[in-house]
Nanobody
Framework: QVQLVESGGGLVQPGGSLRLSCAAS????????MGWYRQAPGKERELVAS????????NYADSVKGRFTISRDNAKKTVYLQMNSLKSEDTAVYYC????????WGQGTQVTVSS
């Protein structure tokens, strides 16, 4: 059974930074495209960043482009999201998953950007 465990969220002031981590118990993690999603109150869950399995190519939602960086460590089966220049509109619960496989969602990690 696949488990996705997100961590690293918290309360940060506007302009601040956070680094999220997602440990994935996926046996063939290294060949999976992985992504970070977020869901703000009253809104649908959205994909904000993804990273491919082989080339490591990345894609970002326009709202986070230039501020967020996704990366992965296949040996640790972990995907990261470095978030810089955070804005209040980045406040959400953040989740990781494999966009082309859609495993059961983890508990997510809360990110709150507020002064």
């Amino acid at each position: 059974q696949v488990q996705l465990v997100e961590s690293g969220g918290g309360l940060v002031q506007p302009g601040g930074s956070l680094r999220l981590s997602c440990a994935a118990s996926i046996s063939d993690f290294s060949i999976k495209t992985m992504g970070w999603y977020r869901q703000a109150p009253g809104k649908e869950r959205e994909l904000v960043a993804s990273i491919s399995s082989t080339s490591g190519s990345t894609n970002y939602a326009d709202s986070v482009k230039g501020r967020f960086t996704i990366s992965r460590d296949n040996a640790k089966k972990t995907v990261y999201l470095q978030m810089n220049s955070l804005k209040s509109e980045d406040t959400a619960v953040y989740y990781c998953n494999a966009p082309y496989n859609q495993y059961s969602w983890g508990q997510g990690t809360q990110v709150t950007v507020s002064s």
